[in-house]
């Protein structure tokens, strides 16, 4: 343990600031838009969007939107948080395989985790699934 101790008070006591360290590290991330759980901030990361207050989130690569053919990338992220939905075009049916647009409609469960449903324009209908 002393080797150890020893070891870290040397590495302490001869820290230099590297050069260009600020390019490897991340800069400030990117706030994507308003938590609709908490009212926090949603901030963009490396594999999705999460809320900087709760544990929302909003992951890119999503089960709903891969079954579609489609993921979430901010602009979408943004889209959802500001109005809880966004229209897709060409979305991929898991079923038949053809393409098709849609709205995706997001709101949140009782855990404020997203639940995502869509809308279709041509008939009204509706179709509801989990994340």
């Known amino acids: 343990m002393n ?3 020893n070891t870290v008070a040397d590495l302490v006591n001869n820290y230099e600031v590297m050069k260009d360290a600020g390019s490897v590290l991340p800069k400030d ?5 308003k938590c609709p759980a908490c ?3 949603v901030k963009e990361k490396r594999k999705g ?3 900087s207050d709760c544990k929302f989130a909003l992951w890119q690569n999503n089960r709903y939107f891969e079954s ?4 979430i990338d901010a602009k979408t992220a943004k889209k959802l948080l ?3 939905r966004i229209k897709m075009k060409g979305c991929k049916s898991r079923r038949t395989g053809r393409n098709f647009d849609a709205v995706i409609v997001m709101s949140l469960n009782e855990e404020n985790k997203p639940v995502f449903s869509m809308e279709f324009e041509n008939n009204g209908g509706r179709t509801n699934e989990r994340v």
């Open 49 to 51: 969007y999460f809320c």
């Open 3 to 5: 080797e150890i101790k």
């Open 29 to 33: 991330v990117e706030v994507v838009g």
């Open 39 to 41: 009212g926090g901030s």
């Open 68 to 71: 579609i053919g489609k993921y």
């Open 82 to 84: 500001k109005d809880g």
